[in-house]
């Protein structure tokens, strides 16, 4: 299993508690289209991510993160460049 690998499979479990309507999660999955999530919602979740895995996103990098796979990618990124 890849470093990606691991970081969707915590992704996927950090998003549970927030997945009100049961979507299956894939790489394309949509924050605001498929999970439906408000802006509440996600500050949530992301403090959730950032907590796991020691990071920092910003509110730029928010802004340009749509879907699940985009989120993996910049949780990767951001812990290679720690």
């Given at each position: 299993?890849t470093?990606?690998?691991?970081?969707?499979?915590k992704?996927?479990?950090?998003?549970?508690?927030?997945?009100?309507?049961?979507?299956?999660?894939?790489?394309?999955?949509?924050?605001a289209?498929?999970?439906?999530?408000?802006?509440?919602?996600?500050?949530?979740?992301?403090?959730?991510?950032?907590?796991?895995?020691?990071?920092?996103i910003t509110?730029?990098?928010?802004?340009?993160?749509?879907?699940?796979?985009?989120?993996?990618?910049?949780?990767?990124?951001?812990?290679?460049?720690?």
């Amino acid at each position: 299993m890849t470093d990606r690998d691991e970081i969707f499979d915590k992704v996927s479990q950090l998003i549970a508690p927030f997945n009100k309507k049961g979507v299956t999660l894939a790489e394309a999955t949509t924050f605001a289209g498929d999970l439906e999530w408000d802006s509440l919602i996600v500050m949530d979740f992301v403090a959730s991510v950032e907590d796991e895995f020691d990071i920092l996103i910003t509110m730029n990098m928010q802004a340009e993160i749509e879907t699940v796979g985009q989120l993996v990618d910049a949780v990767e990124q951001l812990r290679s460049d720690s």
